[in-house]
C-alpha cells in the first residue's frame, strides 16, 4: 500500500491534467454502485462502466451523474488520512456547481457556502459539512483558479501582528491593491483568476465570516487579550478525485477540533505565539522550562476556545470526545468490510497526545480514493503566491525585457500551462453539464497590474 503524496516522506502531488484513467473510473463506479443498492446494483454497474469508458475513449474524461459526484465526495472525506472528525462522512452535504465557470459566479457561491456552512438565522452557527464542487478539469483546458489556501483566513504583517502564516500571501494582495486594516485579525480577499485575466480580489461580506471573540470560565483578564477565531475552517486549495475524474476547485468545510485553534493557529511561534503572553498574565515563572509555563498556558487557552464558541452557540468539539468519536468511525468502517486509513501524526491530537485513545495503535497508510490532494503549485499559491513558479511543472516561459528586474514575477497559473491541442476538446455540452464554454484563452504569462 503507497501512502498519499504529501504523506511523511511521500511528495507532494503535482497535476498534469491528463485524460482521465479508465480502470480508476471502473473501480470507482463498481464500489459506489455496491455501497448504494438503491442506484441499481451490479447490472446497472457493467451499464454505466461500459457507457464512461466510451466516454473516456471518445473525449478523454466523462462527467459524474449527482449522485455519483455525491457520494464520491463523501468517499473522499472518507479516505481523507489525516482527518479525525471521519465519524460524520455520510452527512457531507455536496453542492453541484459544475455549470459554475466566471470569477463573479464563482465568487457567490463561495460566499454561499460559507452561509450554509454557518448555518443561518436561528440554525446560526449550527455548523454543518459541506462541499462545494466546482467544474471539473478537463484536458487540455484551461480554468479558474482560487489562489486562497481556505476561504478564511487572517492577514499577517512584518511587524509581528496577525498570522504569521500569511505574511507573504497579504503582501500578494496588497500588491495587487488590496488595504488591510492593519489589525491582528483582518480577514483576507479571496483571490480568483480566469486563464490570461488578471487576478480578481473578492472581499468576504461581514454576514459571511462568522467569529467569536475569546474569553476565559475564569480568568477576567482573557478577554483583554483582544483574540477571537473564525468558526468555519474552510480547506480551498485540494483537488478532488474522484474515479480518475479531478475537481481543481472544491472547497469543503466542517467545524473546527478546539486544540487546531488553542494548540496551533494561536500557540504556534510561527503563527500568533501566545503561549509567552498567556504565561506571563498568569504570573508563571517563564525563567525554567521545567515550570511547564507553556503547558499550563496551553491549557488555559484551549480552555478559553472551548468555553467561548460554546458560549457563541458554534459548534466545536474537544479534542477527547473527536478521538472516541473517531475509533467509533473505525469500528463502523470494519464492520462494513473496509479498511480506514490514517496518518499518526496528523491524527493524535497537538495537546496531551497519550491521553486520548489514537494516540496508542496504528492506522494503515494507504492512498484510497477517491480522495483529496494537494499539489505544489496549489500550496505555493495559499502561501507565496508570487513564487509559486518556482515549483510549477512547466518550463519558465522568457521574462519579458521591461520585468526583467523585478524581483517578484507573476506565478503561471496552473490551468494555463498545459499542453492543448493534442487531446480531444470536450466542451460542457457534450460533458451534458450545461453551462457557457469559457471563450478563446491567452496562454502563458499573466499580464498585469503589479507595478514593477
Ligand atoms: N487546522 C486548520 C485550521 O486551523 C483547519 C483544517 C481543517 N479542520 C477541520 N476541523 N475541518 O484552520
Redesign the pocket.
Known sequence: MNPPPGYRDAPLSQFHNEPTDPDEAADFLQRVYAENPKLGGDAQAAHRIEQVREQIAALGTYAHTRAELAHGARMAWRNASR?I?RLYWNSLVVRDLRGVTTVEATAEHLVEHLLMASGRGVNRGRLRPVISIFPQAVPGRPRTVLWNE?LI?YAGYRDGLGDQAYVEFTEAVSELGWRGKHSSFDILPLVLQEPGQEPHLVDLPEDAVLEVPLSHPDLPWFAELGLRWHGV?A?SNMRLTIGGVHYPLAP??????GT??GA??LADADRYDQLPVIAARLGLDTGRETTLWRDRALVELNRAVLWSFEQAGVKI?DHHTESRHFLTHIEREERSGRTVPGDWTWLVPPMSGSISPVFHRYYPEADQRPNFYLDETARDLGRCPFHASATAPVPTPAIPAQRRAAPIVRPPVPGLSEPTGELPVITPERLQLGGPESGPVRKGWLLGSRKN
Not at 252 to 257: K, L, N, P, Q
Open positions: 482527518c472528525g481556505q483566513r475552517p480547506i469543503f468545510s466542517g467545524w473546527y477540533m487546531e485553534i496551533r493557529n468539539a
